[in-house]
């Protein structure tokens, strides 16, 4: 499918295909290399099914190392927005967008929150909420509960600024620091490895320009399992639950 | 070079960029010095073929094997949701056909009805580890493909340049009929020099200068142009 993808480009078509992200990456990373990344070819590669909440079908279905391949491919943006609203604004985004891009969204009904008619500017990180003591930059399905777990600690009297990060690659280095040189320190969450996640993308964007204590919510270089899609971001620590421990555990090494 | 309302060819077996190289200088994409840089530091000829250097002519990268159908198949369509009646030929080697991409992307074509195709095969029977029947044996390639529903010719001679141009015209005046065309060439590896034929030895080997002027003297009908 990639293959044919980077051909039907050849003939000014702008293609746009389509599977369960861990089949639309892993298992075509050397197709989207070659003939997509390399050839420099305007491919949209939309990546259903990411992560662990797509449940009850287990780890061979969960990929949780697709933004990692993605990211690593010279010239391929990377985009992993939050709901419905945003996943549609981007999907016609980035046909205005000339160049591979991988647009990756989950599975499960999540919260529908961003507004209907906001425009998606890709590369343009959205400030959701505004805050002094921590950042909370999240991405995908994390940002509605960074936003669950901003409200529980601004009760406990710890104002949090969360910043929806869609776009993975190219990284909204401005917006990441600005908000970490007003709060000091930052918790980066997402659905995916905390290796060659956005989490790292950050900690490189802080130690090149300033550095500051982060802490990850993602999963811990595992593989996942069947389960329901709460029962997993449970387990794996991925919830709002997870976000406000790891603000707690940050807010003392500053 | 925008991929409309021209014919396109692609490489599939893109390890044989010398010959691919040669032929599109001598067509007059670039310059034919330009073949001196050969895999040479800051040269838009890399080993393997690419768009990355901007090299006129390539159409997408090829060296990792088994790409080219679907790449090919891709173009053809887009030329039949464009109306652009030009066809597409692409070139595949026949250890390549090993990669299971291949199969899938010529199942795809026959069921897609890929008919403004033309992929040829040159089977010469021979890979970089032996010959292909003793690596992994691909048996009746025809066959095989007419079992997944292509229309197939066979060149005798894929030596021999008039059986090669008379097999295209024919391939040429079957599509259009429903069905992808795939002409499957018999070759010989190495051809008119004999210390390269019927071996795999010099599938990845450039020759030493006194093998080359052996090779030369065998070949008198040569270009005299690089």
């Known amino acids: 499918m990639m293959g044919i993808a980077a051909g039907l480009t050849i003939g000014g078509k702008i293609p746009f295909a389509s599977t369960f992200a861990n089949f639309a990456t ?28 797509l449940g009850e079908d287990g780890a061979t279905h969960q990929i949780l190392e697709d933004i990692g391949l993605m990211k690593m491919l010279p010239g391929m943006t990377v985009i992993n927005p939050c709901d419905y609203n945003q996943t549609k604004a ?14 990756r969204f989950g599975r499960p009904k999540v919260a529908n929150f961003t507004p209907v008619d906001q425009k998606f500017e890709i590369g343009k990180a959205l400030m959701l909420s505004e805050g002094t003591d921590v950042t909370i930059l999240a991405t995908g399905h994390l940002v509605w509960q960074a936003l669950l777990a901003a409200e529980s600690l601004e009760n ?37 490895n905390y290796l060659g996640g956005l989490g790292e993308s950050v900690a490189r964007v802080l130690a090149t320009h300033h550095p500051a204590p982060q802490e990850f919510v993602a999963t ?19 919830n709002n639950k997870a976000i406000e421990a790891a603000v707690l555990k940050v807010l003392k090494r500053k | 070079m925008d991929g409309k309302g021209e014919d396109l060819f692609f490489l599939s077996n893109g390890h044989i960029s010398p010959v691919f190289y040669s032929v599109l200088a001598r067509r007059g994409y670039f310059p034919i010095e330009e073949l001196n840089t050969f895999r040479l530091i800051n040269s838009r000829l890399q080993g393997h073929p690419t768009t990355h250097e901007g090299l006129p002519g390539v159409r997408v990268a090829s060296g990792s094997l088994g790409q080219g159908m679907s ?24 250890g390549e056909l090993q990669e299971g ?39 009746d390639v025809s066959e ?12 005798e001679d894929g030596n021999n340049l008039e059986q090669v141009i008379a097999g295209l015209k ?45 090779a030369l003297a065998q070949n008198p009908e040569t270009l005299g142009d690089y």
Not at chain 1, 28 to 49: F, W
Not at chain 1, 159 to 181: G, Q, R, W
């Open chain 1, 26 to 53: 892993g298992r075509v990373y050397d197709q989207i290399r070659q003939s997509i990344a390399y050839s420099g070819k305007n491919v949209k590669i939309c990546a259903s099914h990411a992560g662990l909440t």
């Open chain 1, 90 to 103: 981007a999907t016609i985004a980035i046909a205005d967008h000339v160049g591979p891009v991988y647009l």
């Open chain 1, 156 to 192: 406990q009297g710890i104002s949090a600024e969360v910043i929806n990060i869609h776009t993975i690659k190219p990284l909204d280095d401005k917006a990441i620091l600005d908000s970490v040189k007003k709060t000091g320190c930052v918790v980066t969450s997402e659905e995916h």
């Open chain 1, 220 to 238: 811990q270089d595992t593989f996942g399992e069947s389960g329901t899609p709460e029962q997993l971001m449970e387990k794996y620590g991925l």
């Open chain 2, 71 to 94: 790449v090919a198949i891709g173009a053809a369509l887009a030329k039949k949701l464009n109306g652009d009646d030009h066809l597409v030929f692409s070139l595949h080697g026949d």
């Open chain 2, 101 to 139: 991409q291949n199969w899938e992307a010529i199942m795809y074509a026959a069921g897609n009805k890929v008919d403004n195709l033309i992929a040829t095969v040159d089977r010469n029977g021979q890979q970089i580890d032996g010959a292909t029947e003793d690596v992994l044996p691909l048996g």
């Open chain 2, 144 to 155: 095989k493909f007419r079992a997944f529903g292509w229309d197939v010719m066979e060149i």
């Open chain 2, 170 to 214: 024919e391939a040429k005046s079957r599509t259009g009929k429903g069905k992808p065309v795939c002409i499957v060439m018999t070759t010989m590896m190495g051809n008119g020099v004999d210390f390269m034929m019927h071996t795999h030895a010099w599938h990845g080997k450039a020759p030493n200068d006194e093998q080359l002027a052996t």
